[in-house]
């Protein structure tokens, strides 16, 4: 059988999920795909707006809470646990979420619907 290989030639490409919505559905809502992974805080805007009936939208907001989800965790798991979570925790925990959240950002860019590495694979809002 012959496998689909990426250019160099060496393993298969990572698919990517296409929107379910459509072209439109991802230019339209390109922005409440990014706003919640810059403010993490921020995920639900896209639930509360016209995007509600997104599934890009959605799916983008799902993964946000994840984010806002997981730096919670880091940052109350870092702060309980003396010297190892203030020094190691804390600062590498704080580096992968803004890592995460970059990712994001660009995958919602690109008008992609990727999950986020690590935590991308929860899905808390359907």
């Known amino acids: 059988m012959d496998e689909q290989k990426n250019e160099t030639g060496s393993q298969p490409a990572a698919p990517v999920v296409a929107p379910q919505g459509g072209k439109e559905d991802v230019e339209k809502n390109k922005a409440m795909a990014i706003i919640g992974y810059i403010i993490p805080i921020l995920f639900f805007i896209p639930l509360l707006s016209e995007a509600k009936n997104s ?72």
């Open 55 to 126: 599934p890009f939208a959605k799916f983008h907001a799902n993964q946000q809470l994840n984010l806002f989800l997981a730096a919670i965790v880091v940052n109350v798991v870092g702060t309980i646990i003396p010297i190892l979570g203030w020094f190691i925790i804390l600062p590498l925990g704080s580096i992968l979420i803004l890592v995460l959240a970059i990712i994001g950002i660009i995958n919602g860019a690109k008008g992609e619907m990727k999950k986020l590495p690590i935590i991308g694979g929860f899905e808390l809002i359907k």
